[in-house]
């Protein structure tokens, strides 16, 4: 059974710093691209950054860029997000969810709440 | 970055009724489009991909069409269970781009 169970969200400040961590299990991890995804309280999804199955090839939405980084270790089949500089609107739900073949997005994990506020 | 214009952001519908949701990109995506059905407090869920494929599991009351600029979210019959936020992705070019969502709630 596919699973990713998303960790390490929680409180910052504005200007601080989080890792999003999102554990993967029931499938071969380093075969397939991944992606996060955000969800602001009472707002729609928001795409925010893609990685392919060696890490090759990255992607952010623009708001992300110089402050998100993706990253993933294939050997502990973990997917990553640090998050810098943090601010109020980066206040979101983060899903992580697997990329499978035809670019859909067909598993995603139950998402960490994460909230920035001083 | 591509834009992705869903309408309508709510509707009010009865079980049994035939519901349409459409979602225009503001450029050409082939038929490089997904939509994804989200109950409160849940994890988004994959319905249709490639525009009109049908996800493994999805029941067959769900269908998709459109290619270019111009797609349709079809339920033909709606069911209790129906009754989510539904987003259109563009997953032509990064950045990817949702819909803003269309709410369906029970009239």
């Known amino acids: 059974e596919v699973q990713l169970v998303e960790s390490g969200g929680g409180l910052a400040q504005p200007g601080g710093s989080l890792r999003l961590s999102c554990a993967a299990s029931g499938f071969p991890f380093n075969l397939y691209n991944m992606n996060w995804v955000r969800q602001a309280p009472g707002k729609g999804l928001e795409w925010v950054s893609y990685i392919s199955s060696g890490g090759s090839a990255i992607y952010y939405a623009d708001s992300m860029k110089g402050r998100f980084t993706i990253s993933r270790d294939n050997v502990n089949n973990s997917l990553y997000l640090q998050m810098n500089n943090l601010r109020a609107e980066d206040t979101a739900v983060y899903y992580c969810?697997?990329?499978?073949?035809?670019?859909?997005?067909?598993?995603w994990g139950q998402g960490t709440p994460v909230t920035v506020s001083s | 970055a591509i834009q992705m214009t869903q309408s309508p952001s709510s509707l009010s519908a009865s079980v049994g009724d035939r519901v349409t949701i459409t979602c225009r990109a503001s450029q050409g995506i082939r038929n490089d489009l997904g939509w994804y059905q989200q109950r409160p407090g849940r994890a988004p869920k994959l319905l249709i991909y490639?525009?009109?494929t049908l996800q493994s599991g999805v029941p067959s009351r769900f269908s998709g069409s459109g290619s270019g600029t111009d797609f349709t979210l079809t339920i033909s019959s709606l069911q209790p269970e129906d009754f989510a936020t539904y987003y259109c992705?563009?997953?032509?070019?990064?950045?990817?781009?949702f819909g803003q969502g269309t709410k369906v709630e029970i009239k």
């Open positions: 992705l563009q997953d032509y070019n990064y950045p990817w781009t």
């Open positions: 969810g697997r990329v499978a073949s035809g670019w859909r997005i067909d598993y």
């Open positions: 490639a525009s009109s």
